[in-house]
């Protein structure tokens, strides 16, 4: 028995944990109720009536402003402040806007699993003019999106979340903030467009790391590198999604028979490719790191591409060339 009174209270503290940290309105005399509580039941039943009672937002910086479920009914939220709201019916979207600043990148961080709500939050944004855009379902670590990209020079920029399987209540809460940040990758040279095809490849070099965006659906970004000598090592390392970025990249060498074959779709072009590096879905890191051992020396050509295709100049990489002789 004794050890069943030790755990009440604790009890008491864990089911109201969820609701009393984003509800610290609720009155006492409702926390001690659950002091005099004698049976597990009983216990219940106070969370429950927890719930029932608390109709009011959670509270932050910028409580949503309902409704807000198109583009028309976005309110405006300020970079560095926390908005926060729930997604209590079904197809509740939150559109909001934000102003540009002369901020050169935007960090944008969705908390529900963060902070214990059942949601599963897809993110979209966008620039002012809606031709820019990027779709982040989660990051490596947990399924809140987080987002990193560079500003595009519009004036401001529309986000939405909405719950991924449709699912809404009381407890789908979520919180997100915009804040100006700072690129901590470097890079050496930037990509230049037109690279969609071998023909177009931009050369690359032992050590360089190159800058570059999936600007369109089905982006192509073509990379030459030349190996003058055998038994090297080339290793092309991405870094996009880990750090931010919405792209999903995929990585795939070719021999120079790719520069004398028909090369309009080289994904489906499966006989000249020497080595693949395909990021994983199941995987949190779903930056390809391809590591492969030359045999013959001569030209490569390595072409860069999203994996579901999806593209904008939001959708950012960097990927850096090493040689290593053995
Ligand atoms: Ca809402
Ligand atoms: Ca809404
Ligand atoms: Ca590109
Ligand atoms: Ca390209």
């Not at 001690?32 to 719930?51: G, I, L, P």
Request: aromatic share 12%.
């Amino acid at each position: 028995m004794s050890h069943i009174l030790a755990w009440l209270p604790i009890a008491s503290m864990l089911a109201c944990k969820a609701c009393a940290s984003c509800m610290p309105g609720l009155p006492d005399d409702m926390e001690s109720t659950t002091d005099s509580a004698d049976t597990a039941q009983d216990e219940q039943e106070t969370a429950d009536t927890h719930w029932e009672d608390t109709s009011p937002p959670p509270p932050c910086d910028i409580p949503e402003v309902e409704p807000n479920d198109n583009l028309n009914e976005s309110y405006e939220i300020e970079r560095e402040l926390w908005t926060c709201g729930t997604f209590s019916e079904e197809f509740d979207f939150e559109w909001m806007t934000f102003p540009a600043s002369d901020a050169e990148w935007y960090e944008v961080l969705v908390s529900a699993e963060d902070m214990g709500s059942p949601a599963n939050v897809t993110l979209w944004v966008s620039d002012d003019a809606m031709t820019e855009f990027a779709m982040v379902t989660g990051n490596r670590y947990t399924s809140d999106p987080w987002l990193v990209f560079p500003s595009l020079g519009a004036d401001s920029y529309y986000l939405y979340i909405f719950e991924d399987d449709g699912l809404y209540g009381d407890d789908y809460e979520w919180k997100l903030r915009v804040s100006e940040t700072k690129m901590t990758l470097d890079w050496d040279m930037e990509e230049q467009e037109p690279n969609d095809s071998p023909f177009e490849a931009l050369s690359m070099e032992d050590g360089q790391t190159v800058f570059g965006t999936l600007t369109t659906s089905n982006d192509m970004d073509w990379y030459h590198v030349n190996i003058p000598d055998d038994k090297s090592t080339i290793v092309f390392q991405v870094e996009a999604y880990g750090s931010g970025s919405p792209a999903n990249t995929r990585l795939i060498l070719y021999t120079d028979a790719a520069v004398s074959t028909d090369t309009a779709d080289p994904f489906d072009t499966v006989d000249d490719w020497v080595a693949r590096a395909f990021s994983d879905e199941s995987d949190y890191d779903r930056d390809p790191r391809m590591e492969y051992s030359v045999s013959d020396p001569g030209d490569y050509y390595m072409v860069l591409k999203e994996a579901e295709g999806l593209g904008s100049e939001l959708y950012w990489y960097t990927m850096s060339l090493s040689i290593e002789q053995e």
